[in-house]
T-cell receptor, first 120, second 114 residues
Framework: DTEVTQTPKHLVMGMTNKKSLKCEQH?????MYWYKQKAKKPPELMFV???????INESVPSRFSPECPNSSLLNLHLHALQPEDSALYLC???????????????????FGEGSWLTVV | EDKVVQSPLSLVVHEGDTVTLNCSYE??????LLWYKQEKKAPTFLFML????IEKKSGRLSSILDKKELSSILNITATQTGDSAIYLC??????????????FGTGTQLKVEL
């Protein structure tokens, strides 16, 4: 099973709303990621969790709040977003042996189907 | 600043043509390069390449990395309309705390016409 599952697939929210995006994987991966992809642009890294600890925050505004409740789940809490935050939010996972890269671990980064977010 | 550049930005070909997509990178702590295909949803993994220079093949697709030129090519032979997609390359950087960071290029939009 090489599946990363994201919910919801589509979300429309107002600028004062609080919502969450959810991501789940059962591949035993210990690194999980949030990427943001605007229309006609490549994905951009937002956060990296390794062994349930936040290891990378790519200077993301605090209105995006990640959470990793356990090794299989990754959430992205959204609050007071702006219309320009509308995008495809991609969750991904991979093995995460510290100091070891994808090639050495014989693995790759698997992406979920994404959550299309529209902020109105 | 890490940079990944793809060319061409877009390409229109006819079924049966052979195409070559290019990717160059200037990345610190580079470890490998990945190719993905994206069709209006999440990127799907195609290949991972390292500085070993070994060519990867899967059906009509093949790819190789040139470590001297810091570049990679993705070849698609006998193209089909189902190959129409955005092809993304990404440089993989190792993170000391575990995990990896992908820096994506802007992508090449390929359209295959009948």
């Amino acid at each position: 099973d090489t599946e990363v599952t994201q919910t919801p697939k589509h979300l429309v929210m107002g600028m004062t709303n609080k919502k969450s995006l959810k991501c789940e994987q059962h591949m035993g991966h210990r690194a999980m990621y949030w990427y943001k992809q605007k229309a006609k642009k490549p994905p951009e890294l937002m956060f990296v969790y390794s062994y349930e600890k936040l290891s990378i925050n790519e200077s993301v505004p605090s209105r995006f709040s990640p959470e990793c409740p356990n090794s299989s789940l990754l959430n992205l809490h959204l609050h007071a977003l702006q219309p320009e935050d509308s995008a495809l939010y991609l969750c991904a996972s991979s093995q995460a042996y510290p100091g070891q890269d994808l090639w050495s671990s014989g693995n790759t980064i698997y992406f979920g189907e994404g959550s299309w977010l529209t902020v109105v | 600043e890490d940079k990944v550049v793809q060319s061409p930005l877009s390409l229109v070909v006819h079924e049966g043509d052979t195409v070559t997509l290019n990717c160059s990178y200037e990345v610190t702590n580079f470890r490998s390069l990945l190719w993905y295909k994206q069709e209006k949803k999440a990127p799907t993994f195609l290949f991972m390449l390292t500085s070993s220079g070994i060519e990867k093949k899967s059906g009509r697709l093949s790819s190789i990395l040139d470590k001297k030129e810091l570049s990679s090519i993705l070849n698609i032979t006998a193209t089909q309309t189902g190959d129409s997609a955005i092809y993304l390359c990404a440089a993989n950087l190792i993170l000391t705390g575990g995990g990896n960071k992908l820096t994506f290029g802007t992508g090449t939009q390929l359209k295959v016409e009948l």
